[in-house]
């Protein structure tokens, strides 16, 4: 199997442009797993497939580390949008992507030939604690709750889905977040029915945050998209920033905004091409 190995600052994908559908669709959890694996495989904190799509010009989809499936993925749509464009599978600069949160359109910042940023039209957040999902029967939007841990430590957060769920925290000092505990035992939380991203967050001033994330079902990655997203609009909700903000994470920055006109929310940050290679995919998988 072909596959390009690709990144959005730091959170890295394996690329498999499967056009023709050659791969079973039994196989992708635990080809997802092997292939992800650092030590025993390619290494990535994701397997992205590009496939043909009824309802747009192409569809993406996503496997976790894990073997699951999420709806969506902010650094892994601005690779993908670079790699259709690259590949000739799309040729225009504005296209449409079939996902599982619904229809996503990147835009390619093009300077001459080449592709200087991507910036995505991500949609509108999803608020309502049923869309989110999120269990209880507590108000909406959903900021300022308490979230328990095991230990007796808890949090104020507010939840956000940007076709998947987030639960954002915001820290007087990054440097006391013990993400790996936290963010692991935050991810599978009862409140959250499908497990949560969970994104800690210091803010910096009214335009720039910082942010670490541990995103479900990969852990600790160097960025999230969807996770810089959602932030930017807890930021906003609670009035820490403007609806305009850079969000920092610890593979580089990105550009949110939720437009006050439309709801939507804009995403603007780079895509990278590390290497092409082959690797073997054996019938067992």
Known sequence: MDFIKMHGLGNDFIMVNDMDENIAEGRL???ATKLCDRKFGIGADG????????????????????????????NAIRCFAKLAWEEGTVKKEALTVETLA?????????????????????GEPRLERGEIPM????????????????DGKNFQFTAVSMGNPHCIIFVDDMNTVQLKNWGAELEKH????KKTNVEFVEVVN????????????????????????ATGVAAALNKHTGRKVTVS??????????????????MTGPAAKVFTGRVE???EI
């Open 29 to 31: 959890p635990e080809l």
């Open 47 to 74: 397997l992205v497939l590009m496939l043909p799509s009824t309802q747009a010009d192409v569809r993406m989809r996503i496997f976790n580390p894990d073997g699951s499936e999420p709806e969506m993925c902010g």
């Open 102 to 122: 619904g229809i996503i359109k990147p835009r390619l910042l093009l300077k001459g030939s080449d592709i200087e940023a991507v910036r995505v039209d991500m």
């Open 135 to 150: 269990s209880g029967t507590g108000t909406s939007p959903v900021a300022g709750e308490t979230i328990n841990l095991a």
């Open 190 to 193: 009862p409140l959250f029915p």
């Open 206 to 229: 009214d335009s720039h945050v910082k942010m670490r994330v541990w995103e479900r079902g990969a852990g600790e990655t160097l960025a999230c998209g969807t996770g810089a997203c």
């Open 249 to 266: 994470l610890t593979g580089g920055d990105l550009v949110i905004e939720w437009d006050d006109k439309t709801n939507h929310v804009y």
């Open 281 to 283: 995919i054996k019938e």
